[in-house]
């Protein structure tokens, strides 16, 4: 290899894959450990890599060590649904699950999949055996391997959401580790003699994770500048051309570390589509070969990439494929959130998108919304798929038109479909799950959004701005799960109930906000929003969105450290 | 042998206490005995290890498990002192029966443990009684008190078993047996009183025996009793289980000033307590009286109130109280449960009910006299002691489960754990120590132990394993750990894993009923650890036993056959002989209740 990133010795979670004789480690017998609830503690670096977290509920903790007792530790397991598609059946299991596990809620996240929570150490086999029992499993969907590959959303255009669901499907399977530690370690799979060799990622995968994300123009759902391997199909009538290749985009920041950043991914070329596996084993084995493997923070591709040059990258990758790539073609995005409510597709079904409160679907008896319930219901009594949004959110797909009626009653019924859940503010907004099970939180995310909404928007109408779109995101620290750095307002935990207030992204995710204020508890961000609003509605130009609009009259820095190439390209 | 007696000069007393400074109250009694041996020694020393056999004419023995029949032996010795009359005072688990024939008159006060079971440490002495080669006894003369609790079906059985064996054996009853129930301190008296006018009279020999008095002085300086408890304070009270646990367990630290109390680890702590209002208040709402009513109680006067709180036992219901109510009311479901073949019966009855609940089932039956004569005295209570002394100087941990049982008549409350458990810490309780010389850790550190203490029977054990790793023992540290659910209820986790990590825990096996899909105990544990316990036992291992003595008791004991059975190739009564052969070696030691 000719360069590297770096040439300090490799961080302790290297050794601890390199050592993990194909991810098994001594996993085995660390869920046996009857003392604890807790795995061995390398152990709890290579679950990763099989979609499994070992959290603890930090509110408890104080307490039970007063008692004697070891932290409230439980498993949260991410599922592994390329585009966010399931079916009815995979939906009823992930619903029975969650009545078993955790707290009774189901979790949806930023990456179209299912979070499981509060799974004890005991119960995780034979959960991961009851989702394989229909075809779902957690592999890589954690760790550092390619996670979850997530798909915009086209319900206008049926036969090229199809195409594009069997592309991410493909990618996510051709990215998979070869090892077969999960099916041994938790479905009771024997091993076959000699261990298998892992050709795709070598014995200590990847520096650290790794996203793909397919989008399609004119929505960007997906967030496509947040992701190291972006696709975007290109598409000419209802015929899939290719596809644009994008690389190096990232959302994770250290507060404090200025050599730490957020950076959107750079379009370098378009393929055809029979070279979307093979770009996509370059892009993933360039960041194998030559990402950092010293430092955890300094490891994901939009460092390589920063560190060794885009046209060093472009020339690695040409080496790879045996060619350069095309010029990327031009495309456009006008969207990201999500249509909520009906659509009806050209085949004459129909899709219906519902609004999901930081993508958490609970039965609350006090409010009357019953969403598991009702969600339950229809799985078993309509034919339809589901698919999760990236924006947390929940559509229900392939609607024959004569369910359309009974459907939307059942849900109605069931308190889902609400019209105050329409404002795009509501729409739009994301956060994290954070306290208390993230080991990573530093402020709430997800028990804060129901909260803060409502005082938001108060704001919106106190100045005459309800109605108005708004991208609020919330994360619990800078590693940015809910891609805040995308947003018109961001906020970013720094301690409980400390924020750090980010302002100026756009509304179709093409550009970084940057920081306005740090450090703020509620009421200083309410006010600060307060101020921002009253100059909004009296000084906007027509239609002007509330990140152009402050970016504009410069209350946030234009300059954004790493300008991507796709502004100048694209403007 | 007639020698003349005069007390010891100033100077001799203050070496005696000197020399007797620090030792506990078992010690010193023995001691009374082996200075007296001493005096009768023709020339030369003692044997140290001898047992005072050479008798007075008139011997208290007793068999005591939680000190209730030391306590009365001593007290009949003390009555007996103050009638002007001599005797030697002994634990029959220093009496072998060929001892007897040496004794002219005997009071044997003995317990009865769970299902007619002697204490602990008298287990040898009554094996040896019942068997054929026991001595005949027909120059004995002997009465026995018998202790015990009626609600359980072997009522004092133990005491019945020796009086009939000592019939059996020739010997001659001096008095018809006494048999006490949890009251026994009011009835006993009197009875006593009997025994001590039938004694022939005094004789030459009890009056060289009579500065024994001296040392029973002292043993009453030197170590807190129930009498006169130690006032500790309470430096904490922190829970061990997690809010959502069947049942609330807390862990006690109690300190004292340096040389106030002196415990080994496997000792108990008794508790002198006064009976919560959770217990107090319905009982006085459901009398409908008020709380100061005068009443009488022992010959003086005293109120209502004072007597619940003070006095009275109101959380464990006995017989006699329930016989009393029987006859007031003639309510025939109570009668039937006095039925003797009613035994279980009744003390599933009594096991499930209160004062409170006759109180209120039948109003007005008795009148709060009737009931203050018939009620028992509070009983106090004794926990198992859950530290070390070489770990934490000066200070005492227990372990205590809060009793709080929700029952649709509504919540049974335990007396003494409700009112420890509103102790803030700061408040001062009095307390003792109940030693527990059975129950020790073996004197070679070389040795393995294994602890088997599922739920607060695992107190102990903290004490053996602090104690374990202040001295340096080499041996290893096996605890057989056992609850409902390792989330809510694992006492001590944090500590076991700490030890585990450091490598002075060598195993630990857990056993979480209510965490699979199938109830997994620590009897099931031991099966499953068969090859691996046997290694360690046939190396020599103690095995020690803590808990609840009507379930998991006979379940580990019959485990612990079936491991010995199974991994030496031996049937089931030769592997019981084997595990009552360790029992008698002392390898294998119980505390449990």
């Known amino acids: 290899m000719a360069a590297t990133t770096t040439s300090a010795p490799p961080s302790a979670v290297e050794r601890i894959k390199l050592a993990s004789d194909g991810l098994r480690g001594t996993l085995t017998a ?7 609830a807790a795995l061995r503690e390398d152990d709890q670096q290579l679950i990763k890599l099989h979609g499994i977290y070992q959290q603890d509920d930090r509110e408890l903790r104080e307490d039970r060590r007063r008692r004697k007792l070891e932290p409230a530790i439980s498993f949260m397991i991410r599922v592994r649904l390329p585009a966010g598609i399931c079916s009815t059946a995979q939906w009823l299991v992930m619903d029975d699950l969650a009545s078993r596990h955790g707290d009774g809620s189901l979790k949806l996240t930023t990456r179209q999949t299912f979070e499981l929570q509060g799974v004890i150490k005991e119960e995780l086999a034979s959960t991961l055996q009851a989702m394989d029992r ?33 592309a991410a499907i493909a990618l996510s399977e051709h990215l998979l580790p070869a090892s077969r530690a999960y099916h041994e370690i938790f479905l009771g799979a024997e091993r076959v003699a000699g261990g298998e060799p892992e050709p795709l990622y070598g014995p200590s995968y990847l520096p650290r994770k790794f996203k793909t994300v397919i989008a399609l123009p004119p929505r960007n759902d997906v967030d496509l500048y947040a992701h190291d391997l972006g696709f975007v199909a290109i598409v000419e009538g209802e015929q ?16 404090g570390e200025a050599a730490t950043y957020p950076r959107l991914a750079d379009v370098i070329g378009f393929l055809p589509t029979d070279q979307l596996l093979p770009v996509a084993e370059a892009v993933l084995t360039i960041q194998r070969d030559f990402g950092d493997r010293s430092n955890r923070k300094h490891a994901r591709l939009k460092y390589t990439i920063d560190t060794l040059g885009l046209d060093w990258f472009r020339g690695e990758l040409a080496t790879r494929l045996g060619a350069p790539l095309a010029p990327p073609e031009d495309f456009q995005f006008s969207a990201r959130g999500d249509h909520i409510g009906w659509q009806r597709t050209p085949t004459g079904r129909h899709w219906l998108t519902l609004r999901t409160e930081g993508g958490r679907l609970r039965d609350d008896p006090a409010s009357g919304v019953r969403a598991r319930r009702g969600l339950r219901l229809a799985a078993e009594r309509f034919e ?80 005459g701005l309800v109605g108005e779109p708004l991208g609020l995101r919330i994360t619990g620290c800078p590693n940015g799960c809910a891609r805040p750095y995308l947003a018109e307002v961001g906020l970013i935990g720094k301690a409980p109930g400390l924020y750090n207030l980010l302002l100026g992204g756009d509304r179709v995710g093409q550009r970084l906000n940057a920081l306005y204020r740090e450090s703020l508890d509620e009421a200083a ?26 970016r504009r009259i410069g209350l946030v820095d234009g300059h954004s450290p790493h300008p991507p190439a796709l502004l100048e390209s694209a403007a | 042998m007639n020698v003349p007696v005069k007390p010891p000069g100033a100077e001799v007393l203050a070496r005696v206490d000197q020399a007797l400074a620090g030792l506990a109250a078992d010690n010193l009694i023995w001691l009374s005995g082996y200075l007296y041996g001493l005096a009768r020694q023709p020339a030369g020393p003692a044997q140290a290890t001898s047992s005072p056999s050479t008798a007075t004419r008139i011997r208290i023995l007793y068999g005591s498990q939680t000190g209730n029949a030391r306590r009365l032996a001593e007290a009949a010795l003390a009555e007996l002192q103050n009638a002007g009359r001599s005797a030697q005072l002994q634990s029959l688990a220093e009496l072998r029966p060929r001892d007897l024939r040496g004794i002219e008159q005997a009071l044997f006060v003995v317990s009865t443990q769970g299902d007619g079971e002697p204490p602990e440490d008298c287990r040898d002495f009554y094996e040896a009684l019942a068997a054929d080669s026991a001595p005949r006894l027909e120059a004995l003369r002997y009465s026995v008190i018998a202790l015990g609790d009626s609600s359980y079906p072997q009522f004092c059985a133990s005491g019945r078993i020796l009086d009939e064996r000592l019939q059996a054996l020739g010997a001659q009853r001096l008095q018809d047996r006494f048999e006490g129930d949890l009251d026994y301190q009011r009835s ?48 904490a009270n922190l829970p061990l289980t997690a809010p959502g646990a069947l049942r609330d367990v807390r862990h006690l630290e109690l300190a004292f000033e340096p040389g106030q109390l002196n415990y080994r680890p496997g000792d108990a702590l008794g508790l002198r307590f006064a009976n919560p209002a959770q217990l107090v208040e319905p009982v ?47 309510a025939a479901e109570l009668q039937a449960l006095l039925q003797p073949d009613h035994r279980e019966a009744l003390q599933h009855y009594l096991r499930n009910h209160q004062l409170v609940d006759l109180l209120r089932r039948y109003p007005d039956a008795l009148d709060p006299q009737a009931l203050l004569d018939v009620l028992p005295p509070l009983q106090h209570r004794l926990y198992s002691i859950a530290s070390s002394p070489a770990t934490h100087a000066d200070e005492v941990h227990l372990t205590v489960a809060l009793r709080a049982d929700e029952r649709a008549q509504g919540i049974a409350y335990g007396a003494c754990s409700t009112a420890l458990a509103a102790l803030q810490p700061g408040s001062r309780i009095g307390a003792w120590v109940e030693p527990n010389p059975r129950f020790r850790l073996p004197e070679d550190d070389q040795r393995d132990v294994i602890m088997i203490g599922p739920g607060t029977g695992v107190a102990p054990f903290r004490g053996f394993l602090s104690e374990r790793i ?18 809510f209820d694992f006492l001590y986790q944090t500590e076991w894993l700490q030890a585990l990590a450091r490598g002075q825990l060598q195993r630990l096996s857990l056993a979480f009923s209510r965490d699979g899909a199938g109830r997994v105990y620590v009897q099931d544990r031991l099966r499953a650890e068969a090859r691996e316990l046997y290694r360690w036992i046939d190396g020599g291992a103690h095995i020690y036993l803590c808990g609840d003595a009507f379930a998991m008791a006979p379940a580990v004991e019959a485990a612990l056959v079936d491991v010995i059975a199974g991994e030496a190739g031996i049937d089931a009564e030769a592997a019981g002989a084997r595990l009552a052969q360790l029992r008698r070696e002392g390898r294998f030691a119980l505390d449990v209740y």
């Open chain 1, 384 to 463: 339809l798929r589901f698919r999760i949004t990236p924006n947390q959110n929940l559509s229900l797909i392939d609607i024959a038109d004569a369910d359309r009626a009974a459907l939307e009653a059942l849900l109605r019924e069931h308190g889902l479909l609400r019209s105050q859940d329409w404002t795009p503010l509501r729409r739009d907004a994301l956060a994290c799950v954070a306290l208390p099970l993230c080991p990573l939180a530093m402020a709430e995310a997800e028990r804060w959004l129901p909260d803060l909404v409502p005082r938001v928007e108060a704001l919106l109408t106190r100045h």
């Open chain 1, 134 to 166: 229909v075809l779902l499993d957690s592999i890589a969907a954690c760790g550092d391997v390619n996670r979850n590959v997530i798909c915009g959303v086209a319900p206008e255009r049926p036969g090229l959401q199809e195409q594009l669901h069997a």
């Open chain 2, 188 to 235: 006993a008296p009197a009875w006593l009183q009997q025994w001590r006018e039938r004694l022939p009279a005094i004789t030459d020999d009890e009056v060289s025996a009579l500065p024994g008095r001296q040392l029973e002085a002292s043993v009453a300086l030197q170590a807190p009793s129930p009498a006169a408890p130690l006032s500790v304070e309470l430096i």
């Open chain 1, 525 to 550: 961000i309410l006010a600060e929003l307060d101020t921002l609003f009253g100059r909004w509605a009296g000084e906007r130009r027509a239609a002007e969105g509330f990140g152009d609009f402050v």
């Open chain 1, 240 to 255: 899939l051309r290719g596809y644009n290749l994008c690389v190096g985009g990232g959302m994770g920041t250290s507060h």
């Open chain 1, 30 to 36: 660390s869920l046996a450990d009857a003392p604890t």
């Open chain 2, 284 to 330: 006085l709402a459901a009398l409908g009286r008020s709380a100061e009513l005068p009443l009488q109680l022992d010959g003086a006067g005293v109120t209502l109130a004072e007597a619940l709180r003070e006095r009275i036992e109101l959380s464990r219901l006995s017989r006699p109280v329930l016989l009393r109510y029987a006859q007031a009311t003639g």
């Open chain 2, 470 to 487: 202040a001295r340096g023992a080499t041996g290893r540290n096996w605890l057989v750990f056992g609850s409902r659910r390792r989330y």
